[in-house]
């Protein structure tokens, strides 16, 4: 469906969740890429998951995964590939 899948392991980002998603989406838009955001909550501490939800809502085009402690950066990256369908798939710091 879409052509580009980005997956964003997310560790304690709650910061971080908005501003992604503003950055990705504005230089993706003015390029006409079509795509999509898997963000990978990996057991956060703060507010993380409640960030990704709440975005989620407002974007069709946003996933989530929430583990339920942290397994590593590797995980969430594997997690993202299994729930990706773009044609191609990038990996991002949730930090940029």
């Not at 879409?2 to 950055?23: D, G």
């Not at 795509?35 to 990978?40: A, H, N």
Request: hydrophobic share 40%; aromatic share 12%; glycine share 6%.
């Amino acid at each position: 469906m879409y052509s580009l899948s980005i997956i964003l392991p997310a560790y304690n980002e709650e910061m971080m969740i908005f501003k992604a998603v503003e950055e990705i989406d504005n230089v993706l838009k003015k390029s006409g890429i079509c795509y999509e955001i898997i963000f990978v909550n990996d057991g956060s501490r703060d507010h993380t998951w409640d960030k990704i939800r709440e975005v989620i809502t407002n974007f069709s085009n946003i996933k989530g995964v929430n583990f339920t402690r942290n397994f590593g950066k590797e995980a969430a990256i594997k997690a993202g590939l299994f729930y990706s369908t773009g044609s191609c798939a990038v990996v991002m710091d949730c930090d940029m």
